[in-house]
């Protein structure tokens, strides 16, 4: 096992919140914006955490996570390649027309379609048990 120390960056989810370690050389690296940090950190994080960190900037409730998992799960399994082949649907919240291949892109899509459309994960989901599709 490799030590922390040799790690570029290291999560850990304790109690709901998100601490991240990184190597003194990447703490203190002025040369990059706080958004190219945060784009490395999303693209080094599993598309699971990935959505469940992004949540709260929706307002959402940690509780709102088991129903954005279990709609992504029936959709695409959360997997960034996920095509449908009846439909323009691709990724993993198999958004019509979706161009993007990386799951950070994405998730960012699928979570402002359901705020604009649905309010929020449960809704979307309540919607999806329904209908199979949202």
């Known amino acids: 096992m490799k030590?922390?120390?040799?790690?570029?960056?290291v999560l850990i989810i304790a109690t709901g919140l998100l601490f991240?370690?990184?190597?003194p050389a990447q703490a203190h690296a002025p040369h990059l914006s706080k958004s190219w940090k945060?784009?490395?950190?999303?693209?080094?994080?599993p598309p699971k955490m990935?959505?469940?960190?992004?949540?709260?900037?929706?307002?959402?409730?940690r509780s709102h996570y088991q129903c954005l998992e279990?709609?992504?799960t029936k959709e695409s399994h959360w997997n960034p390649k996920a095509n449908n082949p009846h439909s323009t649907?691709?990724?993993i919240a198999q958004?019509?027309?979706?161009?993007?291949?990386?799951?950070?892109?994405q998730i960012n899509n699928g979570l402002r379609y359901i705020e604009?459309?649905?309010?929020?994960?449960?809704?979307?989901?309540?919607?999806?048990?329904r209908h199979y599709w949202y």
Do not use: H
Request: aromatic share 14%; charged share 20%; glycine share 4%.
């Open 3 to 9: 030590s922390i120390a040799n790690k570029k960056i």
């Open 20 to 23: 991240t370690v990184a190597s």
């Open 38 to 45: 945060i784009k490395i950190l999303a693209l080094q994080t």
């Open 50 to 61: 990935y959505a469940l960190t992004q949540m709260k900037d929706y307002g959402w409730k």
């Open 70 to 72: 279990n709609l992504w």
């Open 89 to 91: 649907a691709f990724g």
């Open 95 to 105: 958004m019509l027309n979706e161009t993007a291949k990386d799951a950070v892109t």
């Open 116 to 129: 604009r459309r649905y309010d929020n994960p449960c809704s979307a989901w309540s919607y999806w048990q």
